[in-house]
């Protein structure tokens, strides 16, 4: 079993739509959570960061931490093309955050 | 130039050849991170740096050899490469201390092994 768990995708939605992205994980111990988004050819760069369980709100972005359930969101409200990248998940047992656990990432496309 | 650059954007070279990649960061960080990015897998963490010392070797094989000279370089030298090893490799650092920590990536090298 991986330990962080993604949706590939490739995840295709009209301009304006709600997009809802996932993660699971397996490691109890993980307590930072971080969304990134990849744009082609290039780097990935941070989108969201949040500690433990609850919401964190960021413009048209939100994200949600379940530590119960060991699940991650990212929400995009009316969301654009411009967001159309490969959003990536990423967790860490410990705030200095050096051993970053990645998903696999998820592709997006938003079609206007 | 700001933030994270890496050089070269793109390289091919045959399986007996011998090659570098260079990252620089112009963040004032202390720790440097090589991370492999294959097609339809996760990043993979390589090697860790702090104040150039080597913090992390997450089983890397030997023909992927990394040197930090400074803060504010990183090397990843390569030699006897694999097909396999075809991928974006990028570069990334971060503060280095306690606190909120954020890695800043570079744009990374896509390597194509012949």
């Known amino acids: 079993q991986k330990e962080v768990e993604q949706d590939p995708g490739p995840l295709s939605v009209p301009e304006g739509a709600i997009v809802s992205l996932n993660c699971t994980y397996s490691?109890?111990?993980?307590?930072?959570f971080m969304w990134y988004r990849q744009y082609s050819r290039k780097g990935p760069e941070l989108l969201m960061y949040?500690?433990?369980?609850g919401n964190k709100e960021d413009g048209r972005f939100t994200a949600q931490v379940d530590k119960s359930s060991k699940y991650i969101s990212l929400f995009i409200r009316d969301s654009q093309p411009s967001d159309s990248a490969t959003y990536l998940c990423?967790?860490?047992?410990?705030?200095?955050?050096?051993?970053?656990?990645f998903g696999q990432g998820t592709r997006l496309t938003i079609n206007p | 130039e700001t933030g994270v650059t890496q050089t070269p954007r793109h390289l091919v070279m045959g399986m007996t050849n011998k090659k570098s990649l260079k990252c620089e960061q112009h963040?004032?960080?202390?720790?440097m991170y090589w991370y492999k990015q294959s097609a339809k897998k996760p990043l993979e963490l390589m090697f860790v740096?702090?104040?150039?010392?080597?913090?992390e070797n997450n089983s890397v094989p030997s023909r992927f050899s990394p040197e930090c000279p400074n803060s504010s370089h990183l090397f990843l030298h390569l030699h006897t490469l694999q097909p396999e090893d075809s991928a974006l490799y990028l570069c990334?650092?971060?503060?280095?201390?306690?606190?909120?920590?954020?890695?800043?990536f570079g744009p990374g090298t896509r390597l194509l092994v012949l």
């Open positions: 963040l004032g960080h202390n720790a």
């Open positions: 490691n109890s111990a993980f307590q930072y």
């Open positions: 990423a967790m860490s047992e410990d705030q200095g955050a050096q051993k970053l656990v």
């Open positions: 949040t500690y433990s369980s």
């Open positions: 990334a650092s971060s503060q280095g201390d306690a606190g909120e920590e954020t890695q800043y």
């Open positions: 740096y702090n104040f150039k010392e080597q913090t």
